[in-house]
């Protein structure tokens, strides 16, 4: 259950009416949580022991922005905990993050940004279902609303959950600025991971690793692109540099001329399940479709973008393509399940909003925006969406320009994922124009495995590595991350 949710191709817009009232109370009148202000050019997070009342660090060379953290006992007692907010731009706008320390060695691992999708969804999801240190408790076993994550990613690696852009999740802005495309969203991310670093200097060098899923496959290119071109800069000017060290994009988006492909490939197939579980109707119907979806979104979306045609091509595609997954009840980030719950069908989706919005959840983790927790926000996927942000600028020429750079590239897929499908990603990396295609293509599939059991298939070329993980192991992706880290083959 790797790329959950893709916002604007689920149509989970149908949601809601949102309430697109941002937060209008200042940070600094919040009766949550207060703050205490400390200037400082270098702190540690060990000095911040309050778990009532944040500490507000300000650094002299980013005078527009401040952190602000605590420490927290939210989800894992074996390690320290920090969650806080992050005001970007002149103090306006305020990214919500949670922190945990590495369980193996804080002062030497790695450290990992985790987001989600969407765009517009919450990086909560990911860290309550899938990777992070504690789980939604689904079967009422724990007192305290979450039960503890023995194949954490922060197993290995120091991991900050970010809820971005701004207006996702806990993240809010003072008056209803916006962010609508990943370009833009990048700035934030690089301001956020830059003062981070800079402000809690026992992390400075540190190795950095991005991660994240679904829409993550368009962001996490972006993002990464525009720390190294920042890094550039900074190193000209004889600043401090972020070391990048690689992106892990799990069932992404980022080349689109593959999904609908793909999307055939995964329903009326056997690259997901042995017997295909569509119907041979609507398998013939997608496969007349299949041409002409292709061509209209190459010349539309990817060889010329035109924001009229491009969508018309897709809307053609989902109506010829996606109908009838639909239609088959099943949960498009897990062919195996039906659709349960809400619109974005996991039961846990439910779960983890009644989770963070319960009164102590919220104090435990300092939350200070008065909006009730939304898995995804559809304002801020309308906002994307309303720019095309999806098809307006091919995320893969990121990826040709990181990989020939020497940043190291995984690209990782559930096998049952539909919504953005294995098969889909399988296609944009062998097409992908860089300097090791061709060796990339000369190199054999190898299986993985996990405790002698087969977890996967695997393929690695220089910078850039191809996993497959069948189903959807949490304890297979774990391992994957681990020898990822480590610099091990998979
Ligand atoms: C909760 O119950 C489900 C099914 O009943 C089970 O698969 C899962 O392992 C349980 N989780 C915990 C944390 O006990
Ligand atoms: C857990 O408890 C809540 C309220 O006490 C109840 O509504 C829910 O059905 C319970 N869930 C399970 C899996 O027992
Ligand atoms: C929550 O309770 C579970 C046991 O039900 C425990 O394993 C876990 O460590 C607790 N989490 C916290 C943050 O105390």
Partial sequence: MFAKFNWV???????????????SQSPFTSPIVKTTHRISADASLASITSEQQY???????????QVRVKKSSFCDPTVNVYTGYLDVDAGAKHLFFYFFESRRDPAKDDVMMWINGGPGCSSAMGLLMELGPCSIDMNNTSKNGTTWNPHAWNNEAN???????????????????????????????HAFITIFFETFNQFSGRPLHLSGESYGGRYLPSFASYIYDQNQIAKAEGRATLNLQSVLIGNGITDISTLYPGRYEVECGSSSLDVPFQSIATCVQM???????????????????????????????????????????????????????????????????????????????GVETPENFTPCASDVGRGFNL??????VPAQYYVTGLLERGIRVLIYAGTYDWQCNWVANKLWVDKLEWAGKDLYAATTWQDWTVNSAKAGETKTSGPLT?????????????AMVSRWLGGRAI
């Avoid at 500490?55 to 922005?65: D, E, G, Q, S, Y």
């Avoid at 496969?287 to 809307?315: E, G, T, W, Y």
Wanted: hydrophobic share 40%; proline share 4%; net charge negative.
């Fill in 55 to 65: 500490t507000a660090l300000t650094h002299p060379r980013f005078p527009h922005h």
């Fill in 159 to 189: 991991i900050f959950f970010l809820d971005q852009p701004v207006g996702v999740g806990f993240s809010y802005a003072d008056f209803g600025e916006s962010i609508e495309t990943t370009e833009d969203a990048a700035k934030n991310v």
């Fill in 466 to 478: 191809f996993v497959t993980i069948r189903g959807a192991g949490h304890m297979e992706a774990f």
């Fill in 287 to 365: 496969k007349i479709a299949l041409p002409r979806c292709v061509d209209m979104m190459d010349r539309n979306c990817v060889q010329h973008f035109d924001s009229i045609d491009c969508r018309a091509a897709v809307d053609f595609c989902n109506s010829q393509l996606s109908t009838g997954y639909w239609a088959s009840g099943r949960n498009p980030y897990d062919i195996s399940k039906m659709c349960v719950g809400d619109s974005l069908c996991y039961a846990e989706n439910t779960a983890i909003s009644h989770f963070l919005d319960l009164p102590e959840t919220r104090q435990l983790l």
């Fill in 9 to 23: 191709a689920t149509l989970c817009v149908s949601l809601a009416a949102f309430a697109t009232a941002q937060a």
């Fill in 387 to 392: 720019h095309m942000d999806k098809y307006a």
